[in-house]
């Protein structure tokens, strides 16, 4: 209770936009930060979605955002600041994971994934903080992956993506730390989500849940520092790779299970769904 009392503290008033915020790690992180007393918004490309997400959480500003279209964006953010004033923080959630081999993906596919994952963030973040130098203050939060520290089978063009949101993060942080703008990012092992549907992690680590990624957005958002890692376990694995002999740790995603869990023991049916939605197909 101690500690939830301290978070409202940091958190409570503080105005944050959340993209993809309709469902999964955008929907427990607006309802994490929501019970803190932040004023909340959220936006997503699905707008009956984002509309009953919006109104189930009793939020006053939500509804239909395209993190791709410069116009739709800075219109979300002209309106939040508009009903809810000088935007705190920006959470760079909205994300897509279309799985397969390179030679199976086409190219629209390839060219909405990196539009979504990384021109999204980009343009986001730069919307943003057109709107908080002028304050002298503000943190943009991006949601990225322990893929984006990694490599793995059937997710070349999303591991790319990945690894492209924490470079561009860490340049914009110091880009614009003596401007007081704060730059963070999340980097979570894979979730519980319709992201993951279909797919059964690799053997030895667990899944995180939604509200496990909730909880490390809040904690940067009372508390920034540049990365956080989610799960210990997972990120602990991640970075002593780094450490390893190429082989030896190639070898070991091998024994894990790692070069087949996002192509030959994809589950396509109990996939299908996210995988329409994902490219831009339902």
Request: with cysteine; glycine share 10%; net charge positive.
């Amino acid at each position: 209770m101690a500690d939830t009392a301290s978070l409202g503290v940091k958190v409570r008033g503080k105005v944050i936009v959340i993209t993809g915020g309709a469902r999964g790690i955008g929907l427990a992180t607006a309802t994490a930060l929501h019970k803190l007393g932040a004023r909340v918004a959220i936006g997503d490309i699905d707008e009956a979605k984002v509309k009953e997400s919006g109104a189930d959480l009793g939020l006053d500003v939500y509804g239909k955002l395209d993190v791709t279209d410069r116009g739709s964006f800075s219109d979300f953010l002209d309106r939040v600041e508009r009903q809810l004033g000088p935007i705190d923080v920006l959470v760079n959630n909205a994300g897509i994971m279309p799985v397969g081999r390179i030679i199976d993906e086409p190219d629209s596919v390839t060219r909405r994934i990196l539009d979504v994952n990384v021109f999204g963030v980009v343009l986001g973040s730069k919307l943003a903080v057109e709107r908080m130098v002028p304050h002298g203050r503000g943190q943009v939060i991006n949601v990225a992956s322990l893929a984006g520290e990694l490599y793995a089978v059937g997710l070349a063009t999303y591991c790319a993506s990945k690894h492209a949101v924490v470079a561009f993060t860490d340049s914009a942080r110091l880009e614009y730390r003596s401007a007081g703008v704060k730059f963070s990012m999340v980097l979570p092992t894979f979730v519980n989500t319709e992201l993951t549907a279909g797919t059964a992690g690799v053997k030895g680590f667990k899944n995180a849940e939604p509200e496990q990624i909730a909880d490390a957005i809040v904690r940067l958002v009372a508390h920034p520092k540049p990365r956080v890692r989610v799960t210990r376990a997972a990120g602990a694995m991640v970075v002593s790779q780094k450490f390893m002999p190429r082989p030896l740790a190639e070898g070991l995603n091998r024994i894990l299970g790692g070069e087949r869990v996002f192509t030959d023991d994809v589950d396509v049916a109990k996939r299908k769904a996210y995988e329409a939605r994902a490219r831009g197909q339902d």
